[in-house]
């Protein structure tokens, strides 16, 4: 209870800080409207109006994504620059214990990306919110921002050796939902890709929530597999947040900014 006391608190507290950063606002604000913008015009122009609910619903995910990827990145350098992280990683728990509420509290933050989207494509553009299992999709998109969550804790475990971490994020956003099937499906992306996306837990947490919110295949076993995923990548990352946080203490790193 205690462990899952600090969680809660410090991703409160990390949220509470994301809230006050006026980077983090305005692409909070704007990302996910431009993404929703251009997701509808892209299916509209592929004759394809039926499937808008998909569109906005992928934007969304899409938008969760950025936040968790630039989150975890940005929180890491965040703490260096304002001379925290080595307090952060000296506390009396294990760092991947510390650092998971970092990337809990942006994929928190990244659920405004999905709201944002869909009341944007209702009001703009007409698009009707009638979900097949709206049931499942409630559960299905907290299970997906979960299980983001702790893949971000995998990814800030490598984002503690790099001096200019937000490098590697600019690299990953697109190639990641791109793969994972968030607005263009996997069918239509060369066949090379298929095992990449199966290991990734944003392929399975996107099937979920378009199989609820459309109603085209069960959602349960995706999100299943999901979150399977994502426990595999939260003890990972914890293996690895041990391992690099070591390291750095050893090369001295650790405060590189």
């Not at 990244?110 to 009341?119: D, E, K, Q, R, S």
């Not at 939902?177 to 499906?185: D, H, T, Y």
């Not at 041990?242 to 650790?254: D, G, M, N, S």
Request: proline share 7%.
């Amino acid at each position: 209870m205690r462990t899952l006391r600090m969680i809660a608190v410090g991703a409160l507290l990390h949220a509470k800080q994301l809230s006050r950063s006026p980077f983090e606002i305005a692409t909070a604000l704007i990302v996910p409207v431009v993404q929703a913008t251009l997701a509808v015009y892209l299916f509209r122009a592929g004759g394809e109006p039926g499937r808008l609910l998909e569109a906005a619903v992928g934007a969304g995910l899409m938008g969760v994504w950025s936040s968790v990827l630039f989150g975890s990145g940005g929180a890491i350098q965040n703490q260096r620059w304002q001379g925290t992280l080595e307090m952060i990683m000296l506390a009396p728990r294990p760092p991947a214990l510390v650092v998971l509420p970092i990337t809990l509290a942006t994929a928190l933050t990244g659920t405004y990306a999905m709201v944002a989207t869909l009341a944007w494509g209702r009001l703009l553009y007409g698009i009707p919110l009638t979900f097949a299992d709206p049931l499942a999709f409630a559960v299905a998109v907290p299970g997906c921002i979960i299980g983001l969550g702790m893949f971000g804790l995998l990814l800030a475990s490598t984002f503690v050796l790099l001096r200019n971490a937000n490098a590697l994020t600019n690299t990953l956003e697109y190639p990641i939902w791109l793969v994972s099937g968030m607005l263009v499906p996997i069918t239509a992306l060369p066949g090379w890709t298929g095992p990449i996306a199966a290991v990734l837990p944003t392929t399975w947490g996107a099937r979920a929530v378009r199989e609820a919110a459309t109603g085209s295949g069960p959602v349960w076993p995706s999100l299943g597999v999901c979150l399977a995923i994502s426990l595999a990548c939260l003890v990972l990352g914890a293996i690895m947040m041990t391992h690099v946080e070591r390291r750095a203490r050893a090369a001295a790193t650790l405060a590189l900014a």
